[in-house]
């Protein structure tokens, strides 16, 4: 599935991804490899790509909980469930998602 030009995700930044009835996913770009979670907190009712990203990981803007950019594991509370991670592959300029069973 098609996502986006690999030039829409700012280096160490993130782009909200909208999808339908997919929901949205976050995309990153960390020192140019690129990365997607579910945009959509565990915790609550927050999109992970409004928060702020510090050494591989995203807090979340509403409460501040933190999850691994790579894995979707919460790594700092009140996080305690993952949040859904995806592979992206970059390829001709543009970034897939490699596999998406459930959609
Ligand atoms: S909604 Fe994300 S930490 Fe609470």
Known sequence: MFLCPASDVPLNGCKRHARGRAGALALFNLDGRFLALDDRCSH?????????ID???IFCPLHAGGF???SG????PPCDEPVRAYTVVERD???WLESDPEH
């Not at 594991?73 to 700092?76: D, E, I, R, S």
């Open 44 to 52: 609550g009712d927050a999109s992970l790509s409004g928060g702020d």
């Open 68 to 70: 691994d950019i790579a």
């Open 73 to 76: 594991a919460p790594v700092h």
């Open 93 to 95: 300029g543009g970034l």
């Open 55 to 57: 050494d591989g990981v």
